[in-house]
């Protein structure tokens, strides 16, 4: 875990200060573990779970979940 961090991290960027090192360091990490498939949500990532709860119980949901989870490409 701590080589993946390392490598994602201070390998490809320059930080000027240690406040940007901790912010780009949150953001890897709330999406590494977002992404995660996790066990006791049988092998479902977290927001995939949330996705799924959605479709099948909409009236849990004020909101469509979707739109608070950024994409591959943002």
Do not use: V
Not at 17 to 28: A, E, I, M, P, T
Request: glycine share 6%; charged share 20%.
């Amino acid at each position: 875990m701590n080589r993946t961090i390392k490598a994602a991290t201070t390998r490809a960027f320059h930080y000027t200060s240690l406040g940007q090192l901790q912010s780009h360091l949150d953001d890897y990490l709330w999406a590494y573990n977002s992404a995660r498939p996790l066990r006791a949500l049988r092998g479902k990532s977290p927001i995939g779970f949330m996705l799924e709860q959605c479709q099948k119980e909409p009236e849990r949901f004020y909101d469509d979940p979707n739109h608070y989870f950024t994409g591959p490409n943002t």
